[in-house]
């Protein structure tokens, strides 16, 4: 079965600081997702990711997917407040069956 | 466009009981997904399924759990005789499935949030 990695699964940090969740995932496949959830809502689409070397920036987030390396990344540059969340990767596999990481629970402090 | 919905949002009940969810896709989307997720943890795949038809149910429990997607109405997630175990959020999510297509992004509803006593 296909497993997906997330880390950290916490991350505190302030205000306009840069950090990377990473997500590790142990089967090939050529499509990665991101998404946000608040507590106690679903989840928001945040980037698709297709093919290997794939960026895409929105924001204050940059996501970008190495399928060699069967590894994605999410940047955060100057962090805000409102950005607090849990992000979760999702990695496409068999065509729609989509694997979760456990999320990472960020908290950005004033 | 209407996003995915999902009723009831939150549902209780007792030990023993069914407890019912239903999941009306994007207009224009035919194919629909369960997942569960219990606390601090993330989204586990349950079922995938076509009009009328199961496609993938490997993530689903052997027993008490089924899930239909009838010709004509929502889908349907079923929880006979349910048990503390089983108190998750329950989310469901559709695609317009094109795997051929360069795009397979599943859109997520609101969840129910299922809470046995």
């Known amino acids: 079965e296909l497993k997906v990695e997330q880390n950290p699964l916490f991350l505190s940090m302030q205000e306009g600081k840069n950090y990377t969740i990473y997500c590790n995932y142990s089967?090939?496949?050529?499509?990665l997702y991101w998404y946000r959830q608040d507590p106690g809502k679903s989840l928001e689409s945040l980037f698709v990711l297709l093919s290997n070397g794939a960026v895409k920036q929105e924001g204050r987030l940059m996501a970008s997917l190495d399928t060699k390396a069967r590894l994605s990344t999410l940047h955060i540059t100057a962090a805000v407040h409102d950005l607090s969340a849990t992000y979760f990767c999702a990695v496409g596999y068999n065509f729609n069956k989509f694997y979760f990481g456990s999320g990472t629970k960020l908290n950005v402090k004033p | 466009n209407a996003g995915v919905m999902q009723n009831p949002r939150h549902l209780v009940r007792r030990r023993g009981q069914e407890a019912r969810l239903r999941c009306s896709p994007m207009k224009g989307h035919s194919h629909v997904y369960w997942y569960r997720q219990l606390p601090e943890e993330g989204l586990k795949f349950m079922v995938y399924l076509q009009k009328e038809n199961i496609i993938d149910e490997s993530g689903m429990p052997k027993e008490r759990f089924s899930a239909e997607f009838p010709k004509e109405g929502p889908s349907i997630l079923r929880i006979q005789q349910v048990v503390r175990g089983d108190s998750a959020a329950y989310f469901c999510a559709s695609s317009i499935n094109d795997w051929t297509g360069p795009y397979n992004e599943q859109f997520f509803g609101p969840g129910t949030r299922l809470t046995v006593l």
């Open positions: 089967t090939t496949s050529d499509r």
